[in-house]
């Protein structure tokens, strides 16, 4: 499919995970890509060609409005934004969890998530068009998936994704959300490293429906689909993309 032949778009987060698998979706679908983040190997999330690259800590809202006025000076228009960008905490209980972890995790996960849409959304709202997909979580719908912090800062986004297309639809700016399920990647290595090393990485995934976890690949072709034309009709939604694991009661023990 060559659905943004013609488009430009953005992607936060963009060194590593989800963020780089997006981007390359994104590009091989025929998009000029600006990809940000504030990590190292953002020249190598790519391969040569037309795609720029630019460090960028999305909760600082200077460098946001730097980066969007860039890809605008470059692009002319942005048509979609991979709002990926997120870090992740420990899961420590509500009573040992302190407010600089707070301060931290939303500071990057809901207030870089909404300066991203607050910066890129003027341009949307002013072209009278786009698309712009925030990467929340399952965490952010049910507990059990990650830290206090994490799971607030993700059910944020949720509700920012449909604050956000109600303030923009009018404008023909459509904003949607992801919500991944447990996937591979630089944030979730931990988690893979204690499963292999204690010899229970056939248990990785069990929770889900599919029996499996998820690959980076699989939530990039689904934030493809929602910021393209084929989701023209869609807007103010939150998918998860989680192998079933919200599609049931799934309590610890219940599946064998």
């Known amino acids: 499919m060559r659905r943004y032949d013609g488009k430009y778009a953005l992607v936060t987060g963009a060194a590593s995970g989800i ?45 946001v409005a730097e980066a969007v006025a860039y890809a605008i000076s470059q692009f002319g228009r942005i048509d979609a934004l991979a709002n990926n960008a997120g870090i992740i905490c420990d899961r420590s209980p509500i009573t040992e969890t302190d407010a600089a972890t707070w301060q931290r995790v939303l500071s990057v996960n809901l207030v870089g998530a909404a300066l991203m849409v607050k910066h890129v959304g003027r341009q949307m709202q002013a072209q009278g068009a786009g698309a712009i997909v925030n990467t929340a979580s399952v965490a952010g719908i049910r507990s059990g998936a990650g830290g206090n912090a994490y799971s607030a800062s993700k059910a944020g986004v949720i509700s920012l994704t449909q604050t956000a297309a109600c303030d923009l639809g009018q404008y023909g700016v459509r904003v949607n959300a992801v919500c991944p399920g447990l996937i591979e990647t630089g944030m979730t290595k931990p988690v893979f490293d204690y499963a292999r090393d204690a010899g229970k990485e056939d248990r990785l995934g069990a929770r889900c429906e599919l029996r ?19 989701a023209s009709f869609i807007t103010g939604q939150a998918l998860p993309v989680d192998g079933g694991n919200t599609a049931s009661l799934n309590l610890p023990g219940m599946k064998v």
Not at 30 to 55: I, M, Q, S, T
Not at 223 to 229: N, P, Q, T, V, W
């Open 19 to 63: 963020g780089r698998a997006t981007a390359a979706r994104l590009a091989e679908e025929g998009a000029r890509v600006l990809l940000l983040d504030r990590a190292e190997g953002l020249e190598e999330a790519l391969p040569a060609g037309d795609h720029l690259w630019r460090h960028c800590d999305v909760s600082d809202e200077a460098q």
């Open 212 to 230: 499996r976890y998820g690959h980076p690949s699989e939530i990039a072709a689904a934030i493809a689909f929602l910021a393209s034309e084929d």
